[in-house]
């Protein structure tokens, strides 16, 4: 398997997740958490689309779907326009609501849609480009999707789990 199919699939796999999570859930479902300081299924749903998007769309040099496609305008979201979720509060968490889950699912789709754009053209040899100098050691292209892949996986696992238990509460 080639350096772009296992990038494609493993991006793949976010995607069901996140259908699997959301979808035929109400918008009280949606934004439900298990506790005054959780994340709802709706926040992790953003927030991982939101950091696939910044992330890729740094590594590649282009527009975030986010902007380019109008999607920071359809949410209506009251944080900065370039806000992926790190550091948000408990307050910030229930700020987002959507009203159903095709919101989340057509986000996450257009985000997964330009990835798979990117990863497709990519080789072995790309992955050793440093991609960010911030770090000691800096950081490559390769580990930088692999964190992305990581971070998207873990947060669509805890939003399948809040589901199953909204699903269980009735």
Known sequence: MDVAAL??????????EVHGAVDGLSAEQLAHRVDAEAN????????????QDDHVAGVAGSEQVW????????FGLPFEVGSIGYGHSAADVAKVRVDSPDLLTGY???VAARTREYVAGLTEADLDRVVDENWDPPVTLGVRLIS?????AQHAGQAAFVRGIVLRRG
């Open 7 to 16: 990038l494609t699939d493993a991006f793949s796999r976010i995607g069901e």
């Open 40 to 51: 709802s299924i709706a926040w992790l749903v953003w927030h991982l689309s939101r950091v």
């Open 67 to 74: 902007t380019a496609q109008g999607w920071a305008d359809r």
């Open 108 to 110: 996450y789709d257009a």
């Open 148 to 152: 992305v892949i990581d971070d998207c």
